[in-house]
């Protein structure tokens, strides 16, 4: 017996951000967001929903508790990573895909996918100085399905460590941001070796040490250990491009349906949004993955037409990043039908609140 739940009294709407000062229409994609503090970060991939290669594929806005705010409240000196972004110079930002925050520093890292002309990269921006402030070429990584970039809280034995999917053959990167080295991670599936471990989306658990992986294209869940994983020995440098470890995944189960973004909380939860029923659901972690163990939590075409990341706001609490289509629906329209296309009122949907003082989710 399936068994759906519906909280709409959870929700949280937020208005639009105005990229106009950029030249960006308001149909734009937006396929990341990084939070620190009173700042926000976007990433908007230009091989996606024709962005135009002169536009800026990270932008800043400004995000205060419940509000955010177009790029004109911005201070001007804020404005620097704009500097950044010719299209064509290899050392600057050709397709960012995803960001995330470094852990108690004013420091972004920026996935990003490059071109035909320049190699996918990793860099970070200095949010005091407003600079980039290193860089790391991925020389030997497909950069076509590269996704996503999550930093592992938790201090490691050689510091935080980032986790990059999809790197491409069942594979994710290990990356390590003090050293500005990686690991190619090899997924392996023992129990049915057939079986394809995309990891087009992870997401980290708050309360275990437990990396969890699945696919845009796959309804599979799997998870890995990160005890051992955070315990590495970092590379060297002359091993860091060469070396391939490889990892057993553990099955989990498989989803209600095909999905994006994937998000963990702080009552041992993992969300995820549901493409054809424009759903966002949440899964017990330890329990069955079937439908009885999922709550629903927002459901709504015209609130949620499609969600590209699932992420922990600064107070803890679990936000969508909403766009008008899917990367797959804007490669089968032209501009004119995308122009056309009814913008979502909300970009940013508080999905729900964190309450540290309740044993359940709410």
Known sequence: MKIFLLYPFLLTFIG????????????????SIGIHRTRAFLTLPRSVCHNNVSNPTVVEVAWTINHIYSSSNIPTKRQKILDYQQW???KDLQDAISVDVEPKKPKIWILDKGNELCLPKIVSYN???NN???????TDIPRQNLNTLVIDRAYGKFGHRAYIGNAGDDTILIFFLDELKYWKLKLLHMDYPFISVSADFLSISKIDPVLYITGRNSIELFSIDLENIRNLEEPLISEAQATNLE????????????????ETDYKNGLSYYLVRDYVVVRWLIGSPLEAEYHNIFAQSYEKLPYVSELF???QNGLWALVNP???KECMEVNNTILENIPRPENRAVKILKYNKFLDDIF
């Open 16 to 31: 639009c951000w105005d990229l106009s000062s950029f030249g960006i229409n308001e149909n734009y994609y937006v396929s």
């Open 88 to 90: 064509g110079e290899c």
């Open 127 to 129: 949010l005091f100085y």
């Open 132 to 138: 980039i402030f290193e860089s790391c070429t991925l």
């Open 247 to 262: 990892c057993k995944v553990t099955f989990l189960g498989h989803k209600l349906e095909i999905s994006s973004g994937l």
């Open 312 to 314: 922990t706001g600064p």
């Open 325 to 327: 289509l899917s990367p």
